[in-house]
């Protein structure tokens, strides 16, 4: 991979960020997601939320995603495209957990997992063909399945509710990634039409499960 500025300094402030968290409670809780909060005004935590992460397997997950799918959005696009598709998929995430968590008033979350989502769905978008290599599977499997997985992983995610994770941010990160590549490129409708479609699918079913209750 290329050494990318934007790409490091992206991943340097998720690190900085986190471990300050981690050594300062105080800290970690002022700027994490939390509904209450940011109700009362404190909108920047709608931001800051999504450069804090609940422990280092958590942050390391989230920077190897980014480090590894980031390249084919800057390659394929440009630097501003890529930092655009970032934090819009982290707004979009942030937006997308207030609407789902409005009324819960003590709901609380953090990391980069919708900035993070976000751009592997424009990567994937951007080259269907794209493959990625996993610990415990000794061959590339489709990075679409990949990403697929990763959202039905966060449905499972909301409903259980037993960690500290945003996992309704995966979702609006995903939206964010999704609408944004394909207004920067809009030749995959037809160029890449399957993979437009079955992207799609884990959304869908993420507005049907929360319009029937079932979130």
Not at 92 to 111: C, E, R
Not at 197 to 214: D, H, N, Q
Request: charged share 10%.
């Amino acid at each position: 991979m290329n050494f990318n500025l934007f790409l490091i300094a992206i991943i340097a402030i998720n690190v900085i960020v986190s471990f300050k968290g981690f050594e300062d409670l105080s800290f970690f809780r002022k700027y994490k997601f939390h509904v209450g909060s940011i109700r009362a005004g404190e909108q920047i935590r709608m931001i800051s939320s999504g450069f804090l992460h609940a422990d280092v397997p958590h942050l390391a997950f989230n920077m190897l995603s980014l480090y590894f799918f980031a390249p084919v959005v800057y390659g394929m696009l440009n630097n501003f495209s890529f930092v655009l598709i970032y934090f819009a998929s982290l707004i979009f995430g942030s937006l997308l957990t207030m609407i789902f968590h409005n009324n819960d008033y003590s709901y609380s979350a953090v990391g980069a997992s919708g900035a993070v989502t976000g751009i592997i769905y424009s990567a994937i978008l951007l080259d269907p063909t794209l493959e990625i290599y996993l610990f415990f599977i000794p061959i590339p499997i489709p990075a679409y399945l990949f990403g697929i997985g990763y959202l039905l992983y966060s449905i499972y995610g909301m409903k259980a509710k037993n960690d500290n994770i945003g996992h309704t941010a995966h979702f609006g990160g995903a939206i964010g990634g999704y609408i944004f590549t394909l207004m920067k490129k809009p030749s995959i409708f037809v160029d890449n039409t399957f993979m437009v479609v079955i992207l799609a699918i884990p959304i869908i079913i993420l507005f049907v499960m929360a319009k029937r209750g079932k979130l």
